[in-house]
């Protein structure tokens, strides 16, 4: 993601997603078990970024348990990989970032945080520690890209073979990061996971009936090549390392007896997709008409930025100075603004997901 505390400022949408769904939360914190004398309640938000999206839903969280176990000492663990800016995390945390100046830190007493810049593929904290775990918009994110995608930069659009592929290496990464969670979590601990998906009619991120976000990408990257702006070499090497799972290939480990997400104790309480609409695209239609499609494109195009510019960037051959390469990266989001603009129609990212909350059981025998 775009440091800085860039992300949260941009990602109004990723926090309506967290926002909405805070009850999921609450509820994981009031099934949670009573913790052992002298033990800490530990929440642990997987993908974290910058912390800015889930403060407030945390806050609910964290107010639950206070509530429900007075005298305990709650401890937040915020994960996300290495190259995270977890500076703008604890700014925002310390109530001095871009966001609020009151944050459940400043005004929850006996309330810990730490991060951890590991990926989430793998076991982060120890056996039977984890009450509650927590994650959005992250886990559709794989460990490595299983190969090119032809005449396209993003699964959504990979043919079969290249498909297959995305979706072996996906179903690796779920199967591993569930059992990590298994392992991590308290008997009795849940788990409530946000995950980008494609839901029952085939909707994903930027593809709910209007333009597909994902085809623009790939239109005005193909143009920069055919313009020889960007390399073959460059518009192949450029791929987001993500898979979209459908609801059956998230419930699959868990519908499985044999599994071993199953065997290791994981049960899921329920699993629901949703669409949240695109905040920017909610502001220009409802702006009746004081809104210009330029300030719509220009309001909107950033959000897209946060999260894909990165791919973008990496896709570039790293011979050329870091200055060309963030040149030819801001031409390209000017190429997709200015589409925007001249026909305003049908552009927006609405968020689909896939929410799943799932338990430890206390006893497997
Ligand atoms: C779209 S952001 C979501 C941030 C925040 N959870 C939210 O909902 O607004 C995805 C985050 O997942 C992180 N991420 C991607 N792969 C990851 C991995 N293997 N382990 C941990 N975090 C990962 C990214 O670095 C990024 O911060």
Redesign the pocket.
Known sequence: ?KGGGY??QR?RG??D??DNASEMLVEAADAIDLPDKGRAIVLA?????DG???ESALRKCIERVRMRFSDAQIQISY???P??DFSALFKNLLGFGSLTANTYLTDIENVYVNACG????KQLLPDASLDIGF????MH?I?EKPGPIENHVHMVGASSNTLTAYAAQAQKNWNDLLLARANELRPNGQLVM?NFGIDEEGRYLGHTGGVNMFDTFANLWTQMRDEGVISSDEFINTAFPQYYRTVEEFCAPFKNEDSLVYQAGLRLISARTGVVKCPYRKAYDESDGTMSAREFAQSYIPTLRS?SEAVFLNGLDDARPLEQRHLIVDDFYKRYEDRVASDPDGHAMDYVHCYLAVRKIADQS
Do not use: Q
């Open positions: 993601m992300y949260s990602t990723a926090k997603v967290i938000d997987f993908g974290a970024a800015g999206t889930s994960t996300d990989l190259s995270n590991i990926g989430f593929h994650s959005a918009t992250a994110y460990s946000l999260w």
